[in-house]
C-alpha cells in the first residue's frame, strides 16, 4: 500500500478515491475520522487515498494529476444567453436554467 494523495477534506478524498476506483484501481481513503481534530493534530494527518497495488501507482498519479488540472481550470464568468444569469467561470452549465455554455470558439453551422 502507498499513499497517493493528501487531501484537503474528505469529500476531495472521495472524489480521488471515486476517480481512481473507475478506472479499476483498487483504493482506501484514511484518517476520515481524523477530519474533527483540525488544528490540533499536523497537517499531513488528515485524509489521504492509498492505492492497495504499488503497481498502480503511475496511473494513480496520472489520474489524481489530471483532476488537479480540472481544478485550477476556471475560465472567465459569463452570463447565461438562455436567462441573463451571471455564471462562475468554472461552470459549463447554467445553474438557474440547465442551459449549456456556449463557446465562442466552436463552429456553428451554417443555415441555408
Same mark, same amino acid.
Given at each position: 500500500?502507498?499513499?497517493?494523495?493528501?487531501?484537503?477534506?474528505?469529500?476531495?478524498?472521495?472524489?480521488?478515491?471515486d476517480? @481512481?476506483?473507475? %478506472?479499476?484501481?483498487?483504493?482506501?481513503?484514511?484518517?476520515?475520522? /481524523?477530519?474533527?481534530? *483540525?488544528? +490540533?493534530?499536523?497537517?499531513? @494527518?488528515?485524509? %489521504?487515498?492509498?492505492?492497495?497495488?504499488?503497481?498502480?501507482?503511475? /496511473?494513480?498519479?496520472? *489520474?489524481i +494529476?489530471?483532476?488537479?488540472?480540472?481544478?485550477?481550470?476556471?475560465g472567465?464568468?459569463?452570463i447565461?444567453?438562455?436567462?441573463?444569469?451571471?455564471?462562475?467561470?468554472?461552470?459549463?452549465?447554467?445553474?438557474?436554467?440547465?442551459?449549456?455554455?456556449?463557446d465562442?470558439?466552436?463552429?456553428?453551422?451554417?443555415?441555408?
Open positions: 500500500m502507498r499513499i497517493v494523495y493528501t487531501a484537503a477534506s474528505v469529500i476531495d478524498a472521495q472524489l480521488v478515491l476517480k @481512481l476506483h473507475s %478506472a479499476g484501481i483498487e483504493s482506501i481513503m484514511t484518517g476520515q475520522q /481524523l477530519v474533527g481534530a *483540525i488544528g +490540533e493534530l499536523p497537517a499531513n @494527518l488528515g485524509p %489521504a487515498v492509498q492505492i492497495i497495488d504499488n503497481e498502480d501507482f503511475l /496511473l494513480a498519479r496520472s *489520474i +494529476e489530471d483532476y488537479e488540472e480540472c481544478l485550477q481550470e476556471s472567465e464568468n459569463w447565461c444567453e438562455n436567462c441573463s444569469e451571471p455564471q462562475q467561470g468554472n461552470f459549463h452549465q447554467c445553474w438557474n436554467c440547465g442551459q449549456m455554455k456556449i465562442p470558439r466552436a463552429e456553428t453551422p451554417e443555415i441555408k
